[in-house]
Structure formats: C-alpha cells, structure tokens
C-alpha cells in the first residue's frame, strides 16, 4: 500500500478549475515535491489530501484511509506545515507545541518528552521557552516543522518549507527534512524553487494550472529532455570536430566552440582526452537543470526572478587543461 494515493482528483472553485484530474502514487519513506508555478494548484492539492478541502471529484488516500469518508484517521496520521504562518507568536515555542500535542490527545508525559525531542531535531531546544515574535523567520519555520513532528505522522505535508528565506536558511531547513527520511517519515512537499526540489525530491512531478505535466527523479526528469551538453575550446577546433564525427559524436560547431549533445557526460569527457591531439583548452558541461525541464512540457518559463539562481546551478563542473 502506497503512503499517499491520488486518483483523478479534480477541484473547482466556481468556474476557475484549480486542480484538473491529478493522480499521485507516493511510497512510505519517499520524499516527493510538487513542483509549480504560482496558482498551479499546490496548495489546493495538499488542502485536500490534508482533509481541509473537499474534492469536486476524484479520490485520494493517506495511509489508506480515504480523505473524504475516513477524514478524521487522516488527520490522526499526517503533519501539515502550512504555507501561510499560523503560530502564536504571542505564546513561547514550547507552549505552542504543547498545545497541538494536546488537539492531539498527547498525554502530559509524552508532550514533554516529545516537545524537547522535535525541538532538538530542529535546534531550537536553547529557545524553548522564549516568545515566537522574537524569532526570525528561519526559526519560525523551524518550529512550524517541528510542531508538524509533533505527534509522530506518517506523512507530513510541508507547503513551500523556505519560501521567502534566505538561501543558508533554506539550506539548514533541507538538512531537517532529509531527517525525516531518516526517520521513515513520508514527506509531501510544495515548492516553486527548482533547488529545492532538485536537491531534496526522491521525486518529483511537474505540476502547470492543475496537472502533472511530468514526473520522475530529478535525473529522469532532466534526462528525458536529451542529456548533456559539452562544450570544448581547443588549438584546432575545425580538425576536432572532424575527429569527433568520424568517432560518432554528435558534435558541432557554434563559433570557436565544439558542442556535444552527450547522454552522461561525466563518462563521455575522458574519451574525449583520449582521442584528441589538440590542445584542449576548456571543456565545460551542463546537465540541463530542471527549468529546461519546465520548458520543455509547458513551452513557458517557470519564473523570471529566479533565473540567476538557475544560472548559478547550471555549472556543474569545470575542467582546464
Ligand atoms: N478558495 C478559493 N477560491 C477561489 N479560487 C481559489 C481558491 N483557492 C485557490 N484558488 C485558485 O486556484 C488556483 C490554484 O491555487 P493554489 O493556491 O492551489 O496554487 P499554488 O500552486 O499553491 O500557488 P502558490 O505557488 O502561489 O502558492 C489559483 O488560480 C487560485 O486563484
Ligand atoms: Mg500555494
């Protein structure tokens, strides 16, 4: 039995149809991220898996209990960190975790015990009895994690974890998450940051005005576009290429520049060495990132304020000789 279970699952607010026929297969322990642009649909999405919105169709089950007719087991066994803030920052964080321990019908006990384990695990234990609104953002986020932990779900549902954080932040809330894989804990996460998804996702699907428009690994993904691209600067470009060809590359040449469209590039670059007697001055690789990706299945760019962080990611690797 799968962890998270969706099947056509449609939802329409008035004419507008947020979530057009999804389906999902999410096993135990996996880390899997809905990757979209803003109104594809995310939040819309975990709403319903998390029982607070009702599907206009379609089904959908968490441990496999149905989120519409076994609504309040779901709830029992999933954890949601919601996108929009919803701690009480007028209380301390332990008080806050103590309060959902008891929506939780925690015991005393087990609260407290539970209370310093999560509050470890995200590194807050030093600030437990200090007020949330002398927390940063970073710290915020942290605890909301944290209280998602609280009474030990299977499956938690984190909606964009780091949004508007900076990227070290963002980074030490990844470390928490790939904890949770550790721990066994299903993670069902929302982002439109490409990095993250990149990093974090055991898989990912592509998610464009409320459908999948492509799912798999993140090597899946950016190897069902067509592979790497190699770049080479040498002393004779014009008898490398030919070389190249004659050896069955498909290589061409764009300025002073021989390019090679390369299944693994990793494998592909000492052969080349290996054949050639022209000084080579640079090889350069990419792997196409997970924006071609987008571009290729929707034909549209994922988001203009984030292209130089793709371009910052884009190269891997660098070789000179
Ligand atoms: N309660 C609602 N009433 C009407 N329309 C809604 C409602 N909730 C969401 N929508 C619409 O459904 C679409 C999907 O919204 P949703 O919040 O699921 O997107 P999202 O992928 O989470 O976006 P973001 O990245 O901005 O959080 C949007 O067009 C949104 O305007
Ligand atoms: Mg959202």
Redesign the pocket.
């Known amino acids: 039995m799968p962890a998270i279970e969706v099947r056509n699952l449609v939802k329409r607010?008035?004419s507008?149809v947020?979530?057009n026929g999804i389906s999902l297969e999410i096993e135990y322990g996996e880390i899997f991220a809905l990757l979209?642009?803003?109104?594809?649909?995310?939040?819309?999405?975990i709403s319903i898996l998390a029982t607070l919105l009702k599907p206009t169709s379609g089904e959908a089950k968490i441990n496999g209990y149905d989120v519409v007719k076994e609504a309040a087991k779901v709830r029992q066994s999933i954890g949601i960190v919601f996108?929009d803030p919803s701690l009480d920052d007028r209380l301390t964080a332990r008080e806050n975790l103590d309060i959902h321990g008891r929506l939780y019908h925690m015991s005393r006990e087990e609260r407290q015990r539970r209370i310093e384990e999560v509050l470890e695990m995200v590194e807050l234990l030093d600030r437990a009895d200090s007020i949330v609104k002398t927390f940063s953002g970073g710290m915020r986020r942290r605890l909301e994690i944290a209280r998602g932990l609280m009474h030990k779900p299977k499956v938690l549902f984190l909606?964009?974890p780091t949004l508007g954080l900076d990227p070290q932040t963002r980074r030490h809330i990844w470390e928490y998450v790939e904890k949770l894989r550790d721990e066994g804990v299903t993670v069902l996460l929302?982002t439109?940051y490409m990095e993250e998804a990149d990093y974090l996702a055991d898989r990912i699907a592509i998610?464009d005005a409320?459908k999948i428009v492509a799912e798999g690994s993140p090597s899946e993904l950016k190897d069902s576009v067509g592979g790497d691209i190699i770049k080479i600067k040498c002393s004779d470009a014009e008898n490398m290429l030919k070389k190249l060809v004659s050896n069955g590359y498909d290589a061409m040449l764009v300025d002073d520049e021989i390019v090679i469209k390369a299944k693994e590039a990793e494998k592909m670059i000492p052969k080349i060495f290996a054949i050639a007697d022209e000084e080579i001055k640079s090889i350069t690789y990419k792997e196409p990132s997970l924006e071609d990706v987008f571009i290729h299945y929707t034909g549209k760019v994922f988001r203009d304020e984030e292209v130089d962080e793709i371009e910052a990611s884009k190269m891997k690797w660098r070789m000179r000789r």
């Not at 979209?36 to 999405?45: L, Q, R, S, W």
């Open positions: 607010f008035g507008i947020a979530v979209g642009p803003n109104g594809a649909g995310k939040t819309t999405t996108q909606d964009e929302t439109h998610i409320g």
